[in-house]
Every structure is written in structure tokens, then in C-alpha cells.
């Protein structure tokens, strides 16, 4: 008698361990929305800071500069450091060109890239973000954007959860084309690019709710018939 009852404590022990277990595994998964790639530019340079991914440019070298930085969307406790720093270049010969960051969403979905970003009177003041699902061929996401004349703490935020084709993609890739600039020295800074994404395989929560729910009946099911065996 006395061992039967710490057995059925046993079993509603292990069935209440079995759904905190669970339902820890669906927070844990609902948490691993993630930042695939950074680029704080501290170190001065177009390397990946976190993640991975490339980031080319096909302005004038000379016209690729790094310049304070700001902390306006940094990650990861990255400090503010440098900044990527693009000038118009001699006869503003930069107008119509470009930064281009290629980033693998495998395993992800709800693609968002955001950045921090300011320009001078004479920077480039019409800039249009785009995305690629191939790498190669890049559409206009959104209307021409002019960046604020300080960094300030909001960053530019392109939310792309829309675009299903940039889910789960290992050629997905960004353009930031600029134009519009006056002069030479005249430049935008741009700080903490962060292309973020939620895992693929996060259980839908009415899944959860279900596979509960199920574990609920099964326990009730076991209960019972262990009850009838007691008897
Ligand atoms: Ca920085
Ligand atoms: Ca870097």
C-alpha cells in the first residue's frame, strides 16, 4: 500500500518535471530570436563584428572612411567606437552607389535589418534600402530615406517579415543604394548594421498548447488505468 502510493507520487512527479520541461523548451525556442550578423565598425574596417556574413562597397576607396560612432543600436554590449563614414567623393562621383551585406537567413524567418545613421547639409540625402533573394538582383524596399543630422537614439528600423522569399535563404543580401549628394567631403555615418532573425523551428504556441494538452489527456489516461490496477 505504502509503496503504491510512492509510485503514483512518482509518476505525478515525473508527468509535472515532463511539462515544466516543456513548456522551458518552448520559451527557450520562443527566445532564439537572434542578430545573425553586426558590423559596429569599432575596428575600423567592413569585417563582420558578430555572426557572419560580407559587406562590400563599391564607392571610392578613398571615400570609405570610420569616424565616431555611436551606441544607437549597438548590441551586445558594443561600445559606440567607430563608425562607417561614406563621402559624395570628387564630382560626388559616389552619387548612385553603394554598401551591399550578404547574410544567410538558413534557419531563420521574420527577417529585420536595422541601422544607425547621420548625414551632413552635403551628404547623401536620398539613400534607398533593397533586398535580394538571389544576391544578385536587388529590389527597393520601402520609399528613399535622408538620415537625420545626428545619430540620435532611434535607429532605422526595415522590417521585411513580409518578404517570405528572405526566409530560411542562403543568398539573402541587402543594398543600401546612396544619392543626393553636393559635395565631395559631403557624408553620411552609418553605425551597428544588425540583420536579425526568429529561429525556423519555434513551435507555433497553439502547437504547444496542443502537445500540453495531449500530455495532459495521456497522464489522465494513465492515471486511470493504473488507478484500475491498484484497486
Ligand atoms: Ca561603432
Ligand atoms: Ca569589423
Redesign the pocket.
Known amino acids: 500500500m505504502f509503496i503504491k502510493a510512492d509510485f503514483r507520487l512518482i509518476r505525478r512527479l515525473s508527468f509535472n518535471l515532463m511539462c515544466a520541461a516543456l513548456l522551458f523548451f518552448t520559451a527557450s525556442q520562443a527566445a532564439l530570436a537572434d542578430e545573425l550578423a553586426i558590423w ?3 575596428d575600423s574596417d567592413l569585417n563582420v563584428d558578430h555572426g557572419s556574413g560580407t559587406l562590400i562597397s563599391n564607392l571610392n576607396v578613398v571615400n570609405l572612411l570610420f569616424a565616431a ?2 551606441t544607437n543600436n549597438a548590441r551586445l554590449g ?1 561600445a ?4 562607417l563614414s561614406l563621402q559624395g567623393g570628387t564630382g560626388v562621383a559616389n552619387n548612385g552607389r553603394n554598401i551591399t551585406f550578404n547574410v544567410s537567413t538558413v534557419g531563420f524567418s521574420n527577417i529585420v535589418v536595422s541601422f544607425a545613421t547621420q548625414g551632413t547639409s552635403t551628404g547623401f540625402n536620398s539613400n534607398q534600402f533593397q533586398y535580394s533573394l538571389d544576391g544578385i538582383n536587388f529590389i527597393d524596399f520601402g520609399p528613399p530615406y535622408t538620415p537625420a543630422a545626428v545619430f540620435g537614439t532611434l535607429p532605422l528600423v526595415f522590417t521585411l517579415t513580409s518578404i517570405v522569399g528572405l526566409n530560411n535563404n542562403p543568398n539573402a543580401a541587402f543594398r543600401i543604394v546612396f544619392n543626393g549628394a553636393t559635395s565631395s567631403t559631403g557624408n553620411n555615418r552609418i ?2 548594421i544588425v540583420v536579425e532573425g526568429t529561429s525556423a523551428t519555434i513551435p507555433e504556441p497553439t502547437t504547444a498548447l496542443l502537445l500540453l494538452s495531449g500530455l495532459g489527456g495521456l497522464y489522465k489516461m494513465r492515471n486511470k488505468r493504473h488507478k484500475k490496477n491498484d484497486d
Do not use: H, K, S
Not at 80 to 83: D, E, S, T
Open positions: 559596429n565598425f569599432n560612432g555611436t558594443d559606440a567606437g567607430q563608425a553605425d551597428n
